[in-house]
């Protein structure tokens, strides 16, 4: 039955427009919550599978991120982060304007709550956040040349 109605609200989600309700609200919902978990999770991962290498995935971070290869490194040691999951706590806690530091970010991750859920926690709209964080996997997975510039998240999405 749980199973059921995991399918059901996933379904929802789906069906309503990706990340809002379709009536132009910019309001967040379970459905659109667990859609961009859904898609966060699925973008960690690809970052995670990216055949580029430690040292690579840790330059491309470090210049987009405004760090030192061996900074990143020892802050994913530290927080014995993946990368995909390290690629999306700096991207939301770039742009949350209440000073959510990496670690705080991936705590929340590490106590079971979804990314989707923490992008609505900092009160970002979930379409930008999906979208940035997108921006910076490229990056990661050295599909794109890291610029410095970290891909901003609209807020007020709750």
Not at 22 to 32: H, P
Not at 46 to 54: E, F, L, M, W
Not at 55 to 61: D, N
Not at 89 to 105: E, K, P, R
């Amino acid at each position: 039955m749980a199973l059921i109605s995991a399918a059901l609200i996933l379904a929802i989600g789906i069906a309503h427009a990706r990340y809002g309700r379709g009536d132009g609200s910019r309001i967040s919902t379970l459905q659109t919550r667990l859609a961009a978990d859904l898609d966060l999770a699925a973008t960690a991962r690809d970052i995670d599978r990216a055949s580029v290498g430690d040292t690579h995935v840790a330059r491309f971070l470090g210049v987009e991120f405004g760090m030192s290869e061996e900074a990143i490194l020892a802050e994913r040691r530290a927080t014995a982060a993946r990368w995909g999951n390290l690629t999306i706590a700096h991207t939301l806690a770039a742009s949350d304007s209440q000073g959510m530091t990496v670690a705080q970010v991936l705590h929340l991750h590490d106590l079971g709550m979804g990314w989707g859920q923490i992008a609505a926690g900092l009160r970002f709209r979930l379409d930008d956040a999906v979208r940035a964080v997108e921006a910076e996997s490229r990056v990661a997975r050295g599909l794109k040349k890291a610029d410095g510039k970290i891909a901003r998240i609209g807020a007020d999405g709750l």
